[in-house]
């Protein structure tokens, strides 16, 4: 990863459903560049249940807005030829391409079939509720409408592990398949005693066809779009032997540089590093753990000691694994995982991602550009582009942490040869403070100017390197060398 990048995630929940997304992107791509971003993790490209679907519900992964399915020929975001000409006009910005990739389940189908099933307890899946009985289930894909094109393999309940329901009965819970060599797969999550099944018709990652056929699907996909990287959804539902099999596949077929991460959504240090070491460190991962550090540090601010914000955190473990972010579409108000960081401390939340020394920054769409919905909020757009250009411009070298109190730390960068000079970074959650931090003996006699536009103060640095510097009641300043232009 190139030093300092930043990522985006394009998208939010609530975009229209108008097929303009790729078109209105195309159009952001100069500014987005501008702005410092350069790499956008894209919605899921493929045909999902219908164009109101934001594309976790996937139909066929082969259909990225080409065939007559499922309504429409375009996908939510538009169709095929308007997807290319996004990617080409990111990669003429200089901006890299990451798919979202949803190998978890398929939604759907095109008929139902008869097959046995056993209920299983919502809350723990290993505990039948029921005798195995026959029902009927949406597991049948044959995409009549894209007739064989790129591949001719079809889906029915063989290839599948469970389903949410019977439409014999027309009963609602969870099914699964019973039936040789049919079970849940290990390498998941041991939530609900076993997390396999997530929605929809549950993609089995045991069976040999249905690998083959994912392994055939990822080498078409890298060779049909020139994508730079996949972000893999719904991590841990999913086998984790097969992701690593899957990303070796890609890897060893792949002659560009290509990224690979994805989302475990587990609060969990033990879970997540036994997930990276069973995948082999080939995928990093979102920071779930810092998200949730920073949701509380928003809404417990008298009761959250600062000096923990980082405790738990996948960036403090695996510094070079973390892709750190403040909120995504799933944590969004009034999504599935809702868990938002308040806006009032989403300037720190950024600070603390963009402006220290490990993780790899993913900037929030909704955070950017705001939210849409029944309560739209406001984006945050001037500030984050601030922060961004602060990272591109200062934010390099060793990092000093001050950790002073429960709600003032801070923090030095010291620049390297190619970007000499400090930066000096405090966050704080209580009063207004005062902080001397020392940024080098080699910045004595400079004047320090805050950079956030926070604090209209000079500082002058001593011949010691030490500086007395000022952050106001609930936000962040960052100081640096005060600049003839």
């Known amino acids: 990863m190139t030093e300092n990048n930043v990522m985006m995630q394009a998208f939010e929940w609530n975009l229209p459903d108008d097929g303009n997304y790729y078109q209105d992107l195309k159009e952001k791509a100069k500014d987005l560049k501008a702005s410092g971003i350069n790499a956008l993790w894209l919605p899921p490209m493929f045909k999902a249940t219908g164009t109101n679907d934001v594309g976790y519900g996937i139909y066929d992964l082969y259909d990225l807005g080409e065939f007559d399915q499922k309504g429409s020929i375009r996908t939510k975001y538009g169709t095929l030829e308007e997807l290319r000409e996004l990617i080409e006009e990111l990669h003429k910005q200089e901006i890299k391409v990451y798919a979202d990739v949803v190998l978890n389940h398929k939604g759907g189908a095109d008929f139902t079939e008869e097959f046995l099933a056993v209920e299983v307890d919502e809350n723990d899946r290993t505990q039948e509720v029921s005798e195995s009985h026959n029902i009927e289930g949406w597991t049948g894909f044959n995409f009549p409408n894209r007739d064989g094109e790129y591949s001719e393999f079809e889906w029915n309940f063989n290839h599948f592990t469970a389903v949410d329901y019977d439409q014999a ?27 396999d099944y997530l929605m929809f018709a549950d993609i089995d990652h045991d069976h040999p066809d249905v690998r083959q056929e994912l392994f055939n699907w990822g080498e078409w996909f890298v060779d049909f779009l020139p994508i730079d990287g996949m972000r893999f959804d719904a991590l841990k539902h999913i086998q984790d032997q097969f992701i690593r099999d899957f990303i070796d596949h890609i890897e060893n077929k792949i002659e560009r540089d290509f990224y690979f991460f994805g989302e475990y959504w ?15 460190y080939h995928t990093d ?21 600062l000096r923990k914000i980082f405790d738990n955190s996948l960036v403090q473990e695996h510094p070079h694994l973390a892709v750190t972010f403040v909120d995504n579409h799933d ?17 720190i939340a950024y600070g603390l991602i963009l402006l220290r020394k490990d993780g790899y920054p993913c900037i929030f769409y909704g955070d950017y550009y705001g939210l849409a919905g029944e309560n739209p909020i406001e984006g945050q757009k001037e500030i984050i582009d601030r922060l961004i250009q602060i990272r591109k411009d ?6 000093s942490d001050y950790m002073e109190s429960e709600d003032l730390i801070a923090w030095v960068r010291h620049g390297n040869e ?9 966050v704080s959650t209580g009063e207004a403070k005062t902080l001397t931090m020392n940024v080098g003996e080699d910045q004595a006699g400079k004047i320090y100017v805050e950079l956030t536009g926070d604090n209209d103060q000079e500082i002058e640095i001593d011949e010691a390197g030490n ?19």
């Open 331 to 347: 944590s969004q108000p009034g999504q599935s995982l809702e868990s938002f960081v308040e806006p009032w401390f989403k300037k």
């Open 418 to 426: 190619e970007h000499p000079g400090s930066l000096a970074v405090l």
């Open 266 to 280: 587990k609060n969990d240090p033990d879970e997540n590093n036994h997930y990276l070491y069973e995948t082999k």
């Open 169 to 195: 009965g027309d009963q609602s819970g969870i099914f699964k398949i019973v039936g040789e060599n049919k079970d849940w797969s290990e390498g998941v999550s041991g939530e609900k005693g076993n997390f």
């Open 394 to 399: 200062y934010a390099y070298g060793d990092q």
């Open 467 to 485: 500086g007395d510097f000022e952050v106001g009641p609930g936000t962040m300043t960052a100081w640096a060398e005060k600049l003839e232009n």
């Open 285 to 305: 991962l979102f920071d779930v753990g810092l998200h949730f550090n920073l949701v509380e540090a928003a809404q417990n601010t008298n009761d959250f000691d």
